[in-house]
């Protein structure tokens, strides 16, 4: 026989794990490089794509190195019955992993909250009057996870939004920033989360530069903070432009 | 939901303009702050914050686990947050519990500091008792019995206020055992630990109305505003955590703004928590 | 077909897309009396597949299948598990299907699709019962530790022929799969060693790794699959999903490399099929399995 489904057999993973934590390198230390050879300060190429689903509303795919996502935007449809009349269009979120999204299966960190941070991400920068008594479902697969996932997601989730023509202020863009000793580092991987001393998250409108989100965590000095900020806001005015270059492709191959 | 006129929006935003808000504060004043440690016999530290008309309570429970694969050479802590329907009728149902992770995570985000452990609240190594064996798992339950506005900085008062109250008993672990079985534990009856509460950081909250910021916001100013930033803030000065709520986007220098205002504030409510805590030891002490 | 006169009279006057909304039988029935599609594919034909290999490089063996916009992604994660005692010889393969919410409006999360289980069965009944892959291959120490695959297949995109994708993508993700080099250290217990290692270390010997290099399974048996929907005479191959909501008799055929019939599979449906409406089937099959061994074919020079 093939195979014996609800043997319950436990099974192991011969996987290494790395559990050396890298040198903490001094602000002189210039030369040193990141696992993936990026510089401190470069964020991982980006490729974006939308109208990745067809049985959905709008739909995006977005690979940052190893992360890769695909958000689906459904909608504006039908509010549950059990909802109450609103005046106002609801948004629900939903973030969800495959089981091979990271290597050490099972054993990966929880990621309930990302669906409610995807939800805070964007409630801000959808113009929810223009669907009222309706939903629209943002629902999104983390394919692989390769670090900064969150991000990923919300960057592609308003990608998505676009491309299912819901009415929003402008695009969001997040990138989240890993300060490891003294040096910060844009756009992380999972092994420089793993050994991060904290980590700041921002979601922004770049056009009209303004912050939607910002989450933090671990230890910063202000001057940390400020360096930080200023970063990802240069890196998401960047990944706006490139954004809206995918989404300009997009409309013209659509006209032809 | 506080249902507010016209009217009264009007006073409240335009009290929080000329720095002079409906119960007579400024922007920047707390309400008074009431700190009681050791509510709960059963607990292992415990203690109730009451700032202004928002009441929590905060329990601290010790209990013998096993670390984590991942990591062996630490503890675990928990978070947990309860928003009782009898406080506000919004928090029966899916709303309370919404709030309550919303909260919980907050919590966990400025108490647990970054993956590698810097800036963290509480140090998850000392919790060790011995490597990839036995742990001290730490439960921290947080439960509101009235809201007044302001719960996350009332449940950041109250936890680290609980944790000060903490006492942990002695654990001998039998010396050699082989590699794959659990060692023995004899846990002391009469020995205590106290728990070091010296990098716990305050939360400060200052929420957005209009074009002004204020700490410590009842319900009723919370229902006027457009963003809320929560900092925490240790006593060196230095940010441990940061959530924003609120849809509305806010300008980056505004934010770093917010950031200093909130290292200025956390100061003084820093040394007024601090005396408050002693003098609730000191008072549980004699009774 | 015999139409009634009134949807004719109708059709000229409404708009396409309005007819197609309001009376999606008609609208079909009027394109197959024409043997054409409303997509233009003639009644037999399967729509445009493609293949890509090795895109999940968190897995042993992972492939995407994309016929027409159904789209696949299937992944296969390498364990090490102890035998049962039954077969101390022989690994073991899981399978499971996920319809996360993101493939078709009609999955929320939380409730998860009712059609997944039903094509992890499946899946799973034609992959062992072809002996596609010979489990003894997958054994590393006798009674002692064998390898357990996982293979998870998620659709990223539903729109009909769900099975035949998802049967595609699993194939060429065994047909991808590397067997991790590991070797059994002094506890009994199976580790990795990486390239480096093996020459830093002395203390793995030859004897030790237990497989020594990486290699790929022997595919001795392929199954190829074809839906079919049955409407009144017509045979539809590769339906897409707007044809099976409309027209519910579903057969699918599974033929291995020799032609043989590995499964047979009709559901239900309000329509009887005839022993020549199958036979026609089974024809159909054919030709498709040759067009995917073509395909897959292609991938294996890469």
Not at chain 1, 31 to 40: C, K, L, S, V
Request: charged share 20%.
């Amino acid at each position: 026989m093939a195979s014996k489904p609800g043997a319950a057999t436990s099974t192991y993973s011969p996987k290494i794990v790395a559990r050396t934590r890298p040198p903490i390198f001094k602000d002189s230390d210039l030369d040193w490089t990141r696992p993936d050879g990026r510089g401190f300060h470069q964020c991982r190429p980006a490729l974006l794509q939308t109208g990745a689903v067809s049985s959905a509303s709008g739909s995006a795919y977005a690979e940052f190195g190893n992360t890769k996502v695909i958000v689906s935007v459904f909608g504006p449809r039908e509010s549950k019955k059990a909802m109450v009349y609103s005046d106002v269009g609801r948004l629900n979120c939903n973030v969800s992993y495959t089981t091979f999204a990271s290597p050490s299966a099972g054993q990966g960190t929880d990621h309930k909250e990302y669906s409610s941070m995807l939800h805070k991400a964007l409630e801000g920068v959808i113009m929810t009057e223009t669907f009222p008594k309706t939903t629209v479902d943002v629902f999104a697969l983390v394919l692989e996870s390769g670090g900064s996932d969150l991000p990923v997601v919300i960057s592609c989730a308003s990608l998505a939004l676009v491309d299912a023509g819901i009415m929003m202020y402008d695009l969001i863009t997040a990138v989240s920033v890993s300060c490891i000793g003294k040096s910060l580092m844009i756009d992380p991987v999972t092994e420089e989360e793993g050994c991060e001393d904290g980590s700041f998250t921002m979601t922004c409108m770049p056009s009209r530069y303004e912050i939607t989100q910002l989450t933090i965590t671990g230890e910063w000095t202000t001057p940390n903070i400020n360096e930080a900020m200023q970063l990802c806001l240069d890196a998401c005015s960047k990944l706006g432009e490139i954004m809206r270059d995918c989404l300009k492709q997009a409309a013209s191959a659509s006209d032809e | 939901m506080v249902g507010l006129s016209i009217g009264e929006q009007h006073f409240v935003k335009g009290g929080i303009a000329q720095d002079l808000r409906t119960d007579g504060r400024k922007r920047l004043t707390y309400r008074p702050i009431y700190v009681e440690t050791g509510v709960i016999p059963q607990a292992n530290g415990s203690a109730r914050v009451r700032i202004g008309g928002t009441d929590v309570i905060a329990s601290v429970k010790a209990e013998i686990g096993r670390p984590s694969s991942l990591q062996p050479d630490k503890g675990k802590v928990a978070v947990f947050i309860d928003c009782s329907p009898t406080a506000e009728p919004t928090f029966g149902g899916r709303g309370g519990e919404e709030l309550s992770s919303e909260l919980a995570l907050a919590l966990q985000r400025c108490l647990l500091g970054g993956k590698s452990g810097a800036g963290a609240g509480i140090n998850l190594s000392s919790l060790l008792i011995k490597e990839g064996k036995v742990c001290w798992d730490l439960y921290i339950d947080g439960l509101v019995i009235s809201s007044d506005g302001n719960l996350l900085d009332a449940l950041g008062a109250a936890i680290k206020a609980a944790l000060t109250n903490t006492a942990i008993p002695k654990v001998q672990v039998s010396a050699e055992v082989a590699d794959d079985e659990q060692p023995e534990i004899d846990i002391s009856d009469e020995e205590y630990q106290q728990f070091d509460t010296s990098s716990v950081p305050v939360i400060v909250t200052l929420t957005k109305v209009g074009a002004h910021y204020i700490v410590d916001a009842t319900t009723e100013e919370e229902s006027q505003m457009s963003s809320a930033v929560s900092i925490s803030v240790n006593r060196v000065g230095h940010i441990c955590g940061l959530t924003k709520r609120g849809g509305c986007g806010l300008d980056p220098s505004v934010i770093l703004d917010m950031i200093s205002v909130a290292k200025h504030v956390s100061e003084s409510l820093m040394n007024k928590l601090d005396s408050e805590i002693s003098a609730a030891e000191a008072c549980e002490d004699e009774s | 077909m015999g139409l009634p006169d009134s949807s004719q009279d109708l059709s000229s006057e409404m708009e396409v897309d309005a007819f197609r909304k309001i009376f999606p039988l008609r609208f079909f029935e009027r394109h197959l009396s024409e043997s054409l599609r409303p997509d233009g594919r003639p009644l037999g034909k399967a729509r445009d597949t493609i293949v890509n290999l090795g895109l999940v490089s968190s897995a042993d063996g992972s492939a995407l299948a994309k016929i027409g916009y159904t789209t696949m992604l299937a992944a296969i994660r390498m364990e090490v598990m102890t035998p049962s005692t039954d077969s101390p010889d022989e690994g073991c393969i899981a399978v499971e299907f996920h319809m996360p919410p993101i493939c078709s409006p009609t999955v929320r999360p939380g409730r998860p699709a009712d059609a997944a289980p039903v094509i992890s069965k499946r899946l799973l009944d034609t992959i062992s019962s072809c002996n596609m892959i010979d489990l003894k291959e997958l054994c590393l120490v006798s009674g002692k530790a064998a390898w357990m695959g996982y293979l998870d297949i998620y659709c990223l995109d539903a729109d009909g022929a769900l099975f035949d994708a998802a049967l595609l993508s699993a194939v060429a993700a065994f047909s991808n799969l590397q067997i991790p080099v590991v070797a059994l250290n002094d506890n009994g217990r199976i580790v990795a060693i990486t390239g480096e290692e093996k020459q830093d270390n002395a203390s793995i010997t030859e004897k030790e790794a237990v497989n020594k290099e990486r290699r790929k399974l022997t595919l001795k048996n392929i199954p190829f699959s074809l839906t079919c929907i049955l409407h009144k005479n017509y045979i539809l191959a590769d339906p897409t999903a707007e044809e099976e909501s409309i027209m519910d008799t579903l057969v699918t055929v599974v033929l291995d490399s020799s032609d043989q019939i590995v499964s047979f599979n009709k559901s239900g449906g309000n329509a009887l099929a005839h022993t020549s409406a199958i036979k026609s089937c089974v024809e159909l099959a054919k030709k498709r399995g040759n067009e995917l061994k073509q395909i897959l074919g292609e991938m294996d020079v890469d």
